[in-house]
Nanobody, 123 residues
């Protein structure tokens, strides 16, 4: 198990940038595939991005491809989400998630979740 804590959310104007960070506890972080998900009010939680244990492979939702970048630093037990060219429809609570083993875009497959951080993009 890893404990996850997100940070970096806030209010930004459309076209702006934010970087979310997720700090993980424990000594086995490198064994966990990590993902970012988001949930807007009244909507289901949706996949944003995921990264393999080594950081060598990433996957993105079509809605964020080319604007968001997921990365990780296994030495520091952190995973980040750089968000550029933000749009009002990116407004949501963003969650960091981890699962032991291979990566997946499916939220139910992740056993470990952070508390979430609010991102609000104004038009």
């Amino acid at each position: 198990q890893v404990q996850l804590v997100e940070s970096g959310g806030g209010l930004v104007q459309a076209g702006g940038s934010l970087k979310l960070s997720c700090a993980a506890s424990g000594r086995t972080f490198s064994q966990y595939a990590m993902g970012w998900f988001r949930q807007a009010p009244g909507k289901a939680r949706e996949f944003v991005a995921t990264i393999t244990r080594s950081g060598g492979i990433t996957y993105y939702a079509d809605s964020v491809k080319g604007r968001f970048t997921i990365s990780r630093d296994n030495a520091k037990n952190t995973v980040s989400l750089q968000m550029n060219s933000l749009k009002p429809e990116d407004t949501a609570v963003y969650y960091c998630a981890g699962r032991a083993g291979t990566t997946t875009t499916q939220a139910p497959m992740y056993a470990n979740w952070g508390q979430g951080t609010q991102v609000t993009v104004s038009s």
